[in-house]
């Protein structure tokens, strides 16, 4: 595996997959910062090559050698955040240089090398440091260190809601006047229909003028002055009167059970996803993972159409697929990869639902299975 090389006055070369990025230099460091990699999907980690374990590059971990402090350059353009686990003093020092406005300074948040406390240390508001520390401290179970005197209100922090899961919103047009109306404690409706459940980051209750529903439809008979809706669905046209005042999130749920022939072009693979999410109605920004057979972690259409999308790409050996019960096993497929089905097991192992979406469909050279991740409420 190729590292990341830091020498003095070069820029080094890194790979931006997600909108925040974390650092690590030490062993404890590392191990925490693996273990938040995890819980925080939106996250692209480096830390120092000595800790390798063998498997960063499935993982798309960066690895460096050299000081830490020639990253940071390359790193402050591009990432809306960097949750540092070096000590306090230390990255002050590092990051000095590089400052510039507080209207485009990435937001820092340093956790120490126990994880025990996440802190805030630059960009709070603008930068979104300071929900950023809270996320992080939720994911970590740790103690949030914030000391904007302003931002000890606790509520839901709009334009970051779901980020630690990889939420997307659609669109940016009323993320202000929505944060308006939570600020100032107007009658607010969270919309769940799919995604994590343990989005609410503080000890104390959900406040009373924010409820929870199900569905749109539910919601709307409320009269809510605004709304959160996180679902993975198209909305029909009686549904997006919510978005008058709402904002729409995407959550990661969509995992693509793929096989296909060899040679397939990347053109052919994404245009059949791309149709078949519009026949389910499905948002391609919820998609998180393609899925499938060991004999297709080279096939170069497949990683072409997972780079592109940033979407995880997961195989799994014949054995593997094998466990999972399916609806069409097939002793012709068996004879070709030594797995029953390819597709089907596959998106069911990954996502851990027992019915599909979408159990198999063949279009062209490609096989193609849809899940929907399933998060049971806390």
């Given at each position: 595996m190729s590292y990341i090389q830091l020498k003095e006055e070069e820029l080094p070369v890194i790979q931006q997959n997600s909108d925040y990025a974390i650092v690590a230099i030490t062993k404890h460091g590392v191990a925490l910062a693996r273990s938040l990699h995890e819980k925080f999907s939106n996250s692209d980690l480096y830390y120092m090559s000595k800790f390798e374990t063998g498997d960063e590059l499935s993982r798309r971990i960066q690895m460096f050698q050299g000081s830490v402090r020639m990253l940071f350059p390359a790193l402050f353009p591009v990432y809306k955040g960097i949750i540092i686990i070096i000590s306090l003093g230390a990255v002050v020092r590092m990051i000095a240089p590089l400052l510039k406005d507080k209207k485009t300074d990435p937001g820092i948040v340093v956790i120490d090398d126990k994880g025990e406390h996440v802190i805030s240390v630059l960009s709070g508001h603008l930068g979104g440091a300071n929900e950023l520390t809270r996320e992080v401290a939720a994911a970590l179970n740790a103690r949030p260190i914030i000391t904007t005197a302003s931002d000890v209100q606790g509520t839901i922090p709009v334009d970051l809601f779901g980020q630690r899961f990889g939420w997307q919103w659609d669109s940016a047009e009323k993320l202000t006047p929505v944060s308006a109306s939570v600020v100032n404690e107007e009658k607010i409706a969270v919309i769940q229909e799919s995604g994590e459940r343990?989005?609410?980051?503080?000890?104390?209750?959900?406040?009373?003028?924010?409820?929870?529903?199900?569905?749109?439809?539910?919601?709307?008979?409320?009269?809510?002055?605004?709304?959160?809706?996180?679902?993975?669905?198209?909305?029909?046209?009686?549904?997006?009167?919510?978005?008058?005042?709402?904002?729409?999130?995407?959550?990661?749920?969509?995992?693509?059970?793929m096989g296909c022939n060899r040679g397939t072009s990347s053109d052919e693979i994404e245009q059949i996803i791309i149709e078949t999410l519009g026949e389910l109605q499905f948002s391609i920004k919820s998609v998180k993972a393609i899925s499938t057979i060991d004999l297709k972690k080279d096939e170069e259409g497949l990683l072409k159409v997972v780079e592109k999308y940033k979407w995880d790409f997961k195989y799994y050996i014949p054995p593997e697929l094998n466990e999972i019960a399916i609806d069409q096993p097939s002793e012709t497929v068996f004879k070709y990869t030594g797995a029953y089905?390819?597709?089907?097991?596959?998106?069911?192992?990954?996502?851990?639902?027992?019915?599909?979406?979408?159990?198999?469909?063949?279009?062209?050279?490609?096989?193609?299975?849809?899940?929907v991740m399933d998060f049971k409420d806390i």
């Open positions: 343990d989005w609410w980051m503080y000890d104390t209750p959900i406040p009373s003028h924010i409820q929870r529903f199900s569905s749109i439809i539910e919601a709307l008979a409320e009269e809510p002055q605004a709304a959160l809706i996180v679902t993975h669905r198209i909305l029909n046209k009686e549904e997006e009167v919510i978005l008058g005042n709402g904002v729409l999130y995407r959550p990661k749920v969509i995992v693509l059970g089905g390819v597709s089907e097991p596959a998106a069911k192992r990954y996502s851990g639902v027992e019915q599909l979406v979408l159990t198999k469909k063949k279009s062209g050279n490609v096989t193609i299975s849809v899940a």
